[in-house]
């Protein structure tokens, strides 16, 4: 447990890593660490120089991701990961990912001199978890692993200059050995990964949770893109019979499947249903212009595999059915799937029994992805610690509480340290 001088010592070098990566990497409102690029590589520098001047071994390996332990540790045992992602979405909040590297960065260094008191503790700095960039998430996990999906390596930058694996070469990963499916770790020398995050939406601040566990991990379905071609026209001259209005056809669509998803959560089924991105020709742009084509994406999440396939399935049925009503057509990019998590039992139990006195642990699934789910999903017992946050995440407005944070830090030291 945490002493009250080791407490403000913990305080004052979060507070003090989290302001100066935020300012390092401010973009307008928010910050902005691009999966492989400059920011994610500054997050990470700024965390290695840190871990320097603590006293902290450093080293990368082959996918890029930053490893941080303590010197002494020899012990040759299964060893704890705990860590989170250093890079962000475009202009994102500060704490998505990093307060759970600062947050193992604290536990590791609260093992100093009483290292024995728990199995051997390396901290995880991964890199690459959000598919904003590349159109796929988990690439440093998924990579380190030897799981990532062929063809992702030539994955365009969201801006269409670039691609995946240029970027990766970059920053030093052995592009060869991940284009093979080469795990870069055995994942049996891994006892459990643990990972502290900000819960991204408002249940824990809307029922007054400072900490809570999570019990499970969604999975999505997902196009980056999907295109509705229909025809361009007038507005005054087409009848509405003889018109391929993309836009109309897209908005049925999504009717549609809106309608749908009320019906699976009238049945009880988890899942939620998103089009982010949605938008006609520029080119072609004018209010007396028919729409000829709309470019959007879809993605159905939940903790369900065979849900994720049913709704999917409904989906592509009704593309069909609005392409023979209203003469249009949809073409598919590539369908990515990520499966759903599950996490560990004995190790939500065991945060569970090291909770301090008078304190109640929620349960709670996280609607959003984490490397978590890679490592559960890849036979390693994995346990995430959420932290209420508000405002959101994915936005400039992330409003972690530093006490809160401490709160989570030592509920994991509590359970590294609790006898098995």
């Known amino acids: 447990m945490m002493s009250c001088d080791t407490l403000v010592d913990a305080r004052e070098l979060a507070q003090s890593l989290l302001a100066e990566i935020r300012h390092a990497t401010a973009d307008g409102p928010g910050v902005t660490r691009e999966s492989y690029g400059q920011g994610e590589n500054t997050a990470l520098r700024i965390i290695e120089e ?12 082959r996918a890029g991701n930053l490893w941080l332990s303590l010197p002494e540790e020899n012990r040759d045992l299964p060893f704890l990961a705990i860590g989170s992602h250093a890079d962000s979405v475009p ?26 008191e728990a199995a051997p503790l390396k901290v995880l700095a991964l890199r690459g978890e ?88 969604r999975g999505n379905v997902r196009h980056n893109l999907i295109r509705c071609i229909g025809e ?31 019906v699976l959560l009238q049945m009880g089924m988890d899942m939620v249903m998103t089009t982010g991105i949605c938008s006609t020709a520029a080119q072609s742009h004018a209010v007396s212009v028919i729409p000829g084509e709309v470019a959007f994406s879809f993605e159905v999440r939940s903790q369900d595999t065979q849900t994720l396939e049913r709704f999917y399935t409904l989906m592509r049925d009704e593309c069909q059915a609005i392409e023979r009503d209203r003469n249009v057509r949809f073409e598919f990019d590539e369908r990515l799937f990520t499966e759903p998590a599950t996490m560990d039992a004995g190790w939500l139990n065991r945060l569970e029994a090291v909770a301090p006195a008078g304190v109640k642990l929620e349960r709670i699934a996280s609607g959003a992805g984490h490397d978590a789910a890679v ?46």
């Open 130 to 217: 959000e598919s904003a960039w590349y159109g796929k998430a988990y690439l440093g996990s998924l990579s380190l692993l030897g799981k990532l999906p062929a063809g992702t390596l030539a994955r365009r930058h969201r801006d269409g200059t670039g691609v995946l694996s240029e970027a990766m070469s970059r920053c030093g990963a052995d592009i060869e050995a991940i284009q093979r499916g080469e795990p870069l770790i055995d994942p049996a020398q891994m006892a459990a990964y643990l990972e502290l995050h900000i819960e991204q939406g408002p249940v824990m601040v809307n029922r007054g949770w400072p900490v809570a566990l999570v019990t499970g991990i």
């Open 50 to 61: 840190r871990a320097r001047e603590l006293g902290l071994h450093h080293e990368c390996d």
């Open 232 to 262: 361009t026209g007038h507005s005054g001259a087409v009848p509405r019979w003889l018109r391929k209005d993309a836009l109309l056809a897209v908005a049925e669509l999504l009717s549609r499947m809106d309608e749908h998803w009320r």
């Open 375 to 420: 490592f559960a999903n890849a036979g390693v017992p994995s346990a995430m610690v959420f932290i209420r946050n508000e405002n959101g995440s994915h936005n400039p407005f992330e409003a972690m509480d530093i006490d809160d944070f401490l709160m989570g830090v030592d509920l994991l030291t509590r359970a590294v340290t609790a006898k098995a």
């Open 91 to 116: 202009q994102g909040g500060n704490f998505d990912g990093l307060a759970g590297i600062v947050a193992g960065m604290l536990i590791l260094l609260g093992l100093r001199g009483r290292h024995e």
